[in-house]
Every structure is written in C-alpha cells, then in structure tokens.
C-alpha cells in the first residue's frame, strides 16, 4: 500500500510558477497511474492531470492544458506536477492520488472514485 505526500504549495502571484511535488513511500510508484486533483473550498475535488505507469500517456483538464506539466521519476519513487502561468482560478488545494488500474483513456484516469490512494494536499494561493 502506499503513502502519498504532496510538497511545493504556496502563495504565488498571477503569472507565477510553482513545482509540486509527490513522494511515495510503502510501495513502488511503477505500481500505479498517478494523478493531481484539486479542490476549492465549496467546490468539488476536481481532476487536473494524470500520467501512465511508464509515463507514456498523460491528460490533462482542459483549463490547465498548456500551463501545467505532470511528470514522474520512477527511479526516486517521485511525481511532479509543474504549474506556469498561474490564475487566481487556480487556488486550491492540490492532491496527489495513485490508482492500480490499467485504463488509458480520459475518462478513467480523471475520475476520483478510481483513485484508491490519496495524500493529505498541498494549498496552492494564487493571488491577483
């Protein structure tokens, strides 16, 4: 089973950059698809970006397409979520999530329910 634990948030101002960051302990992240939700007080958890087990596959929300980069090294048992040009629409608490299904389209790598493994979230302010 593994734990997951998101660094990197902060407050930042519109424009800005920021570099999250997941460790995984307990098992080997070549085990799971991994995948970054976030969520805005009184919003649903919302997917942002996923990527395959071998990295091959990634996909993205629509509203971060292009600004953000989701990347993994299996080797440190890491993944990576890159943020540029961010918005104020972008605040959130960010999480890290791993799931062990072999699916490689859209619909199942973005679907919180297929998550199985989460970690405790990381605030990401982005001011105007």
């Known amino acids: 089973q593994v734990q997951l634990v998101e660094s990197g948030g902060g407050l930042v101002q519109a424009g800005g950059s920021l570099r999250l960051s997941c460790a995984a302990s307990?098992?080997?992240?070549?085990?799971?698809?991994m995948g970054w939700f976030r969520q805005a007080p009184g919003k649903e958890r919302e997917f942002v970006a996923s990527i395959t087990r071998g990295a091959a596959t990634t996909f993205y929300v629509d509203s971060v397409k292009g600004r953000f980069t989701i990347s993994r090294d299996n080797a440190k048992n890491m993944v990576y979520l890159q943020m540029n040009s961010l918005k104020p629409e972008d605040t959130a608490v960010y999480y890290c999530?791993?799931?062990?299904?072999?699916?490689?389209?859209?619909?199942?790598?973005?679907?919180?329910?297929?998550?199985?493994?989460w970690g405790q979230g990381t605030q990401v302010t982005v001011s105007s």
């Open positions: 999530a791993a799931h062990t299904s072999y699916c490689a389209t859209y619909a199942c790598n973005s679907r919180v329910q297929n998550y199985a493994y």
């Open positions: 307990g098992s080997t992240v070549t085990n799971y698809a």
